[in-house]
């Protein structure tokens, strides 16, 4: 099921969703995050997304490259402009893995987890991921944009020298997926979530209960590089809580967090 997405039918597609304002389809670009905040410098509106059917320089956390051959998966990015300080802009990430994970269910009748901090995921393997990148001033935002990555009718199994194990939803659900409905079921479940935030309803403890890296023992590498202990929490900032050995609790904001298959805390 390789059928391009098209600025027609998404036009058609998304004009009854509430947040979604203006889509901008491109058939390929180097990433849609890039595009849209060039919008967003612009002053675009809140509610205007960018659609690709194939991104050629798709990143991830850290730089990573992000891989989908050309028509296989969703790929998009959402323009927010909340009234939110800097700090608390890991909501738009919280409320956004939140939407895709309600969308797969709903949408496919499909369990999928997260990963702390933007990871879709299935039984350990990687399925999504999210990119949020923000531009603030000391008090508030200017703006937030969330990329989002989903593996829909590929079987990224195939590809070598991949960070992570990785699958699909085609392969989970063991058939092709219409990417069409599943991104019209995402952006509604986001727009429902993101109108509770305006409302001052945090994502951050249901987002935190969602995780299944709270629990676990955990290795960090990166930000907090040879950190060892147990996920007992977020913080309403985001970041993950790990309790050392020695009962002591870090804040872990950036790095890779792993999860040792062989013990549970």
């Known amino acids: 099921m390789t059928q391009t997405l098209g600025q027609d039918t998404l036009d058609v597609l998304l004009r009854d969703v509430p947040f979604v304002t203006e889509v901008h389809y491109l058939p390929a670009t180097t990433s849609t995050n890039d595009v849209l905040k ?25 730089d990573r490259r992000w891989i989908a051959p050309p028509a296989s998966s969703l790929l998009f990015s959402v323009l927010f402009r909340p009234a939110l300080t800097a700090q608390r802009a890991h ?29 879709i995921v299935h039984q350990g393997q990687k399925l999504g991921g999210l990119l949020t990148e923000i531009d603030a001033d000391s008090e508030s935002l ?8 989903i593996n829909v009718n590929w079987d990224p199994s195939a590809i070598s020298g991949l960070a992570q194990p990785a699958t699909s939803l085609s392969n ?18 986001i727009s429902q979530r993101y109108a509770a935030l305006k409302e001052g309803v945090s994502p951050a403890r249901e987002w935190e209960a969602a ?4 629990g676990q023992r955990v290795v960090v590498e990166g930000g907090a590089e ?13 970041a993950l809580l790990v309790r050392a050995s020695s009962g002591q609790i870090h804040r872990v904001l950036v790095g890779d967090v792993s999860i040792r298959p062989d013990a549970k805390g």
């Open 38 to 62: 060039g919008l967003a410098n612009q002053g675009a509106p809140e509610g205007t997304i960018v659609v690709t059917d194939e991104q050629t320089a798709g990143r991830g956390r850290l």
């Open 142 to 149: 200017r703006w937030g944009i969330v990329g989002m990555g």
């Open 211 to 214: 995780l299944e890296t709270v």
């Open 226 to 238: 040879g950190l060892e202990g147990t996920a007992v929490g977020v913080a309403s900032d985001g």
């Open 91 to 119: 909501a738009l990430t919280m409320l956004c893995s939140l939407g895709v994970r309600d969308a797969v269910r709903d949408a496919l009748g499909l369990a999928v987890g997260l990963k702390w901090p933007n990871d």
């Open 172 to 189: 989970i659900a063991g058939a092709p997926v219409p990417r069409q409905g599943l991104l019209k079921a995402i952006l509604q479940a």
